[in-house]
């Protein structure tokens, strides 16, 4: 597994030291060493199993630290794991939508579990093109680009340090990803100021 | 394209909302989820086209089998709670499966929302649509089985129903959870369940008799049956408010 990392900042948001993770008696993550800085633009590789998910779950806060160190925002991954997840969103192989809800009350329901007030999910729909006439359809009428764009809904999130952890890269082409990335970058700009 | 900003420090930033994250917010949350899981079985209705006419199936099925109307008067109240409970088991891995299947879990995890309040909302929710599920098996009951109500013994019947419908639910959504990352979840769940439940079948059963006079029994025998679905319904709701979250994040 491989790191290229672009655009280096200052701040450390990512560090991990030979962090091991494991997934019931398997160790999904063995020794892993990262170190990512603010404003960074990480993309992983890694042949199928190398732990790339594991790792972006575990930077997530969603799977414990078994051995190593780990710190993500700051924060320590072994005393205070669950308060890294608030502050990291992590788009994974799944989109974690409710598809018998429609697209406006999918990302109101998310809207409300990150405190996002009607107006600014308005303003997101609105964004993101999903007001039209998409806005009242079931999600499982969607296409997938379409279930990917209502996937973005947290970009309202205001905290200066929240970062997104992409999955499912291999489907896609770098450039593309990485135009891709830079558009969430952008997406995620007003919301800071 | 702009840069995030430079100078800020790591520590001191902190996402704008923490109205969820507090002991106040196990409410709030709770009852997100739990809106949102009945507005989920408005759209789905499966609950109404499913599981309903699967339990009426299942109360048809012994009239057909018992074939005499003595006998099936004198375990109708038996045979609702054991409709119930074959009911629970697909109305719990529905709740999960709602949850699982396009990793919304894990995004509920990650949103930092308290894992008690996602366990009580569920619990609400699957109560909720278990007491419409009672009601209607009563309804069945008094049709198929010649099962007979009175006054006071509908009082009766009420509570039991809440007071069960609460424990069945608690505990559901406590192992819906527990099975809710396992390989073969579907099986895995009713070994779970069914043996746990057994109390709550018992109490139920005994105290519906009492509500429907089977066999003579005097409605005020019942009641002490209901301490029991109680005392079952407090322990699961207060061991899986506590114990939801760490299952999870086992």
Known sequence: MSAIAHEPGTD????????????????????????VRRGEIVLLRGPNGAGKTTLLRLCAGLVPLERGQ???????????????????????????????LTVTENVRFWGRTVGASTAEVDAALHRMGLDGRLANLPISRLSAGQKRRTLWRDWWRDGLNFGYLMNRMQVLMRRAVMNLIRFLNWLLLPARQ | MSKPSQNSSLENSSPKNTSLKNSSGVIATARLIATKDLRVELRSRVLLNQVVPFSLIVMVMFAFALDSDAVLERVAPGLVWLATLFSVLIMVSRSFAVETADGALDQLRSSGVPAMGIFIGKTVA?????LVLVTLLVGAAVVLYRAQVSWSGGVLLVTTAV?????????GTLYG???????????????????????????????????FGTNGIAISEGWPWLGLLAVFAVLFSVAGAVAFGPLLDD
Request: hydrophobic share 55%; with cysteine.
């Open chain 2, 177 to 211: 959870g527990l099975a809710a990352g396992a390989k073969g979840r579907e099986t895995l769940l009713p070994l779970l369940l069914l043996p746990v439940v057994a109390p709550v079948l018992i109490g139920a059963t005994r105290a519906t008799e009492s509500a």
């Open chain 2, 126 to 130: 699957l109560m909720v649509q278990l």
């Open chain 2, 163 to 171: 007071a069960a419908t609460c424990g069945l639910a608690a505990v």
């Open chain 1, 12 to 35: 450390v948001v990512v560090d991990l030291v030979d962090a091991v993770a494991v997934l019931g008696s398997f160790p999904a993550l063995a020794g892993a060493t990262l170190s």
């Open chain 1, 70 to 100: 780990g710190q993500i925002l700051g924060v320590d991954l072994v005393r205070d794991r669950e308060l890294v997840r608030h502050r990291v969103g992590m788009i994974g192989h799944n989109n974690g939508l409710y598809s018998d």
